[in-house]
């Protein structure tokens, strides 16, 4: 295992409620992502740090926000959510440009 | 718009045969080509991957082809295993890519029938 936690695994909310999604790292690697699984679509990416503070919008970026106020741990928020947003999110991590991206096992999330 | 498509979506192989997975890249500034493979319930973890000064790149049973100026690369999966029935996607980044940011294919579901 890539010393990724994600939390929490599985969550069920309701349209219109906030919900924030944790990812945790103990490799102290510099880039975090976060991406979202559907089917068809294989991985998005959503945002990503490139170091504490530092963030930047991927290909998905709407109604979501992230936070990285230490290395170890990413947040993704959703500020309101909507059934758009039923996923799976992973989290990933890598450690400098080129060098291979790590997984985390996946964040299940619906919203009804 | 996708930047990377594969095929097939879905892929059903007997036991000792050959699983071959197609992808197709748009942009030219792609420089490095990873192969990904998900169990259920699971993350993504990096199978094999490929950059394009070479074309062709072979660990034990996994095997990329690579085509610069086709734009397409695949995977060969040679005496296919039932444990090697996954989710398997393709992915690119371009160079100087300060995030190494992977654009993926939408996936193949592979199962391999005992």
């Known amino acids: 295992d890539a010393g990724i936690t994600q939390s929490p695994r599985h969550k069920v909310t309701e349209t219109g409620t906030p919900v924030t999604l944790r990812c945790h790292q103990t490799e102290n690697h510099r880039y975090m992502y976060w991406y979202r699984q559907d089917p068809g679509h294989g991985l998005r990416l959503i945002h990503y740090?490139?170091?504490?503070?530092?963030?930047d919008k991927g290909e998905v970026s709407d109604g979501y926000s992230v936070s990285r106020s230490k290395t170890e741990d990413f947040l993704l928020t959703l500020e309101s959510a909507t059934s758009s947003q039923t996923s799976v999110y992973f989290c990933?991590?890598?450690?400098?440009?080129?060098?291979?991206?790590?997984f985390g096992e996946g964040s299940w999330l619906t919203v009804v | 718009q996708q930047q990377v498509k594969q095929s097939p979506q879905s892929l059903i192989v007997q036991k000792g045969g050959i699983s071959i997975i197609n992808c197709a890249y748009e942009?030219?500034?792609?420089?490095?080509f990873p192969w990904y493979q998900q169990f259920p319930g699971k993350g993504p973890a990096l199978l094999i991957a490929?950059?394009?000064?070479?074309s062709e790149k072979k660990e034990g049973r996994f095997t990329i082809s690579f085509n610069k100026s086709a734009k397409q690369f695949s995977l060969h999966i040679m005496d296919s295993q039932p444990g090697d029935s996954a989710t398997y996607f393709c992915?690119?980044?371009?160079?100087?890519?300060?995030?190494?940011?992977?654009?993926f294919g939408g996936g193949t579901r592979l199962m391999v029938k005992p």
């Open positions: 490929i950059r394009p000064d070479v």
């Open positions: 740090s490139y170091g504490v503070k530092d963030t």
């Open positions: 942009n030219t500034a792609f420089d490095y």
């Open positions: 990933a991590i890598s450690g400098y440009s080129g060098n291979t991206i790590y």
């Open positions: 992915a690119a980044s371009p160079e100087n890519n300060a995030g190494n940011m992977l654009t």
